[in-house]
């Protein structure tokens, strides 16, 4: 059958670079962190070969031969590229040794970098959150 690849080529890749630092302002009572990362991932298949035989499509009463030959050799069938970061700046405050806040702010920022099924997917987050920790 036609829908039956032959041969492909299939490769993914994801490098990631990641650091983080931290530091206690006030021994026990404050301190702040801050991470990045960057991640670029790719992903595509080549060489992709089908048979010829052809593949019958049956809609609504309507019967259409179709031979999937007519996409061997696109080198770009599948071709995705992205790159993607993030900064995230943290900190913790000790009030008592009861009770304690925490504040993290986060910016990430996705880059499509190949255009393919779903038209340009680049975009960016900023989040803020905060916490009260109580113990007990």
């Known amino acids: 059958?036609?829908?039956?690849?032959?041969?492909y080529?299939?490769?993914?890749?994801?490098h990631t670079f990641y650091v983080g630092?931290?530091?206690?302002?006030?021994?026990?009572?404050?301190?702040?962190?801050a991470l990045y990362s960057f991640t670029k991932g790719t992903a595509n298949i080549q060489d992709l070969r089908f048979s010829s035989d052809p593949f019958v499509l049956t809609v609504n009463g309507r019967t259409d031969d179709?031979?999937?030959?007519?996409?061997?050799?696109s080198n770009e069938y599948s071709d995705l590229e992205y790159i993607m970061?993030?900064?995230?700046?943290?900190?913790?405050?000790?009030i008592t040794d009861e009770l304690g806040l925490t504040f993290t702010g986060r910016y990430s920022d996705y880059n499509d970098q190949e255009e393919y099924v779903y038209g340009e997917l680049d975009g960016?987050?900023?989040?803020?959150s905060g916490f009260v920790?109580?113990?007990f």
């Open 1 to 7: 059958m036609g829908g039956q690849s032959d041969s």
């Open 9 to 14: 080529e299939y490769e993914t890749e994801a």
């Open 21 to 33: 630092a931290n530091a206690n302002l006030i021994p026990k009572r404050w301190d702040v962190s």
């Open 66 to 73: 179709y031979s999937f030959t007519y996409i061997n050799g």
């Open 85 to 94: 970061w993030e900064f995230e700046l943290a900190t913790n405050i000790t």
């Open 124 to 128: 960016s987050l900023f989040t803020l």
């Open 133 to 135: 920790t109580y113990r």
